[in-house]
């Protein structure tokens, strides 16, 4: 009698860490649409008007005075700068005056023959597109990322706006026209675009929509807008600066070893009493940011631990959450469907499994509602189960490899 009844005891405790883990899961995972809601209600977005192919706008004035350069720097991207680069040299002209740079930082695969192909298959004009060799970064400073290769492209640009694409980024070929416009209509001094992200395989699927969801919630987008709030984000994709203004921050020479630039340029920018816009660009560029999981895993240990202000107790304890989150829900229900070979099922069981469902069913609605948003289709939205374990061992993974300096690369290259 007195096994049975510690027997009882013990199924009743586990239990009620079931049910609390589970409905832990169900109020984060609510918690975060709620945010996510409330963070892009009428979240400011790049003007959608529509403008005559090969015309510049009505207001032509301020374009026909104006020079826009768009700087690609490109390190081994034989496999996107195709798409990459066809999109920005067939965009309708943004203004009178402009060219498109892409800077070579030393690449080792065919990324510069696929650019001239390119290039060469659209027969531009002459000076419209060049390609320049950074050359080696120097040895006694520590250059990581593109920073090197953007400041090089610097040395070239003497237009009153430079525009930083990456290479894994396709534009509608009115987005540049769309971007220079509202960017001088609205007085901006970097102009920002939130992408629609594309996932190409299953590594993506597991954590590319958490991590977007994480992004939107951690910098908010209207508060990013608002030039009294702190807040101050930017797509590294694409950024948009007037060059008088880039140049006054620093650009990114004076970051030359600041993994995150992206985020950095954006705090100097609004830190400055500049203007920042960053802005929804669904319908404008599309972002293609890993092909695989090993990519993938370099890229976001890479910035986890930065991106949560190089604290330890942060990186580790959101990556701990968002287990709980995404992971919780299905890992509570497997728990439950295996512990019914053993044992009879009852009423506190019941409890748990209905709120593993409701996590999971919430997973489902955050998914409907990114589709909704972010234009991020359902396909596998089941595999954020997977996603959420990914992500749970990034931050650890994350904060070793930021403090130690091992395995902390960039495309191969060493960010120690």
């Keep these: 009698m007195i096994e049975g009844l510690f027997r009882e005891t013990i199924l009743l405790i586990l239990t009620w860490i079931l049910i609390i883990f589970a409905a832990g899961a169900a109020l984060g995972l609510l ?182 969801c994480l992004l939107a919630v951690g910098f908010p987008i209207k508060a990013a807008n608002d030039p009294a709030e702190s807040t101050a984000f930017a797509a590294g994709p694409f950024m948009l600066f007037r060059r008088s203004t880039y140049e006054e921050i620093g650009g990114h020479r004076a970051l030359a070893d600041v993994v995150i630039e992206d985020l950095a340029l954006a705090r100097r920018i609004k830190g400055a009493g500049f203007r920042l816009r960053y802005l929804l660009g669904l319908d404008a560029l599309q972002l293609q940011m890993y092909d695989n999981f090993p990519a993938l895993w370099e890229g976001w240990s890479k910035n986890w631990f930065l991106g949560l202000d190089s604290n330890i107790v942060k990186a580790i304890g959101a990556s701990t959450l968002v287990f709980w989150m995404f992971t919780g829900p299905w890992l509570v229900l497997f728990i439950i469907i295996v512990s019914l070979l053993w044992i009879p099922f009852y009423g506190a069981l019941l409890i748990a499994f209905g709120l593993s469902i409701i996590g999971v069913l919430l997973q489902f609605i955050l998914r409907l509602w990114t589709r909704q948003k972010f234009e991020v289709p359902l396909t596998n939205w089941w595999l954020m189960s997977a996603g959420g374990i990914l992500v749970g061992l990034l931050g650890p993974t994350s904060v070793w490899r930021t403090l130690t300096g091992r395995d902390w690369t960039w495309k191969g290259r060493s960010l120690a």
């Design 31 to 212: 918690l975060l649409l709620f945010s996510l809601v409330s963070v892009f209600q009428n979240a400011p977005t790049l003007n959608s008007r529509q403008f005559q192919p090969g015309q510049l706008p009505s207001n032509e004035e301020p374009l026909k005075k104006t020079e826009l350069t768009v700087v690609v720097p490109a390190y081994n991207e034989a496999a996107n700068i195709k798409v990459c680069l066809r999109s920005i040299l067939a965009s309708d002209p943004p203004c009178n005056n402009w060219r498109v740079l892409l800077v070579d930082d030393g690449s080792t695969d065919e990324t510069v023959q696929v650019a001239s192909d390119v290039a060469s298959a659209l027969k531009l004009e002459e000076g419209r597109f060049r390609i320049f060799n950074a050359a080696p970064r120097p040895l006694a400073q520590r250059w990581v990322g593109k920073n090197w290769a953007c400041s090089r492209a610097m040395e070239l640009v003497s237009s009153t706006w430079v525009l930083f694409v990456d290479a894994d980024v396709e534009l509608d070929p009115a987005t540049l026209k769309r971007a220079l416009t509202q960017a001088i209509e609205e007085e901006a001094d970097l102009l920002s675009l939130v992408p629609r992200i594309n996932c190409s395989c299953s590594a993506e699927w597991m954590v590319q929509p958490i991590m977007a």
